[in-house]
């Protein structure tokens, strides 16, 4: 199956013990396996304070934005349609974030369609 973003190699290793497994049967596998879990709501703070957008919604996202490899936030937000970055000065497993910045480019802040 060419262009299938599955390691058929991996595959055929997951079918040994249980016989012949397709490919996106042995992806279904592994990502229920690595499903996340989670535990409960958590109140992320930024210095100290409760992160509010302010103006209703927010899309919340964790990546390794600033690349220092530790997962940052990103966050978009309703107003204005900017996106806050939030670098993450703690760790992934206990992130810790202490100022943010609206996300630029050529030095202004990048704004997508809202409303
Ligand atoms: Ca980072």
């Given at each position: 199956m060419q262009g299938f973003p599955c390691d058929q190699n991996a595959a055929r290793r997951e079918a040994g013990a249980h016989g012949w497994m397709r490919p996106l049967e042995a992806l279904e596998r592994r990502l229920l396996l690595s499903a996340p879990q989670f535990t409960g709501e958590v109140l992320l703070e930024c210095a100290g304070e409760p992160i509010d957008v302010t103006d209703g919604c927010s899309a919340p996202y964790v990546v390794d934005f600033n690349m220092d490899g530790r997962r940052d936030l990103l966050v978009g937000q309703f107003a204005d349609g900017k996106i806050r970055f939030y670098p993450n000065?703690?760790?992934?497993d206990a992130p810790l974030y202490d100022s943010w910045s609206y996300v630029q480019a050529n030095g202004a802040d990048l704004a997508g369609s809202y409303g």
């Open positions: 000065v703690g760790t992934d």
